[in-house]
């Protein structure tokens, strides 16, 4: 239901654009979100937008440098990722949220896709 896409290997201060693709029936009227997971840590919160995009909220460490967006036409979402460093290196996911708002907690996405890799090599 989730497909995410776009990871690959990037050296440090470069830029990737991570997309999302999901069926309508599970995203159109939900909030989003974009998880990341690196090796040996727990899964951690990217960044969240609301089912009409009018609503975003950031991890810290994703601040000014990556900027969530959705085009419910195409039922896509995006994470454009700038400045990169190899601390942004891990799996990033992509995952639909019970509700129509953004939200920043893992308990509170319903579907999960299966994951893109980064890898920021400095």
């Known amino acids: 239901q989730l497909q995410a896409s776009g990871g690959g290997l990037v050296q440090a201060g470069g830029s990737l654009r991570l997309s999302c693709a999901a069926s309508a029936r599970t995203s159109s009227n939900n909030g989003m979100g974009w998880f990341r997971q690196a090796p040996g840590k727990e899964r951690d919160f990217v960044a969240t937008i609301s089912w009409n995009g009018g609503g975003t909220l950031y991890a810290d460490s994703a601040k000014g440098r990556f900027t969530i967006s959705r085009d419910n036409a195409k039922n896509t979402m995006y994470l454009q990722m700038t400045d990169l460093t190899p601390e942004d290196t891990a799996v990033y996911y992509c995952?639909?949220?019970?509700?129509?708002?953004?939200?920043?907690?893992?308990?509170?996405?319903?579907?999960w896709g299966q994951g893109t890799l980064v890898t920021v090599s400095s």
């Open positions: 995952a639909v949220a019970r509700f129509a708002w953004s939200s920043t907690s893992k308990s509170d996405y319903q579907y």
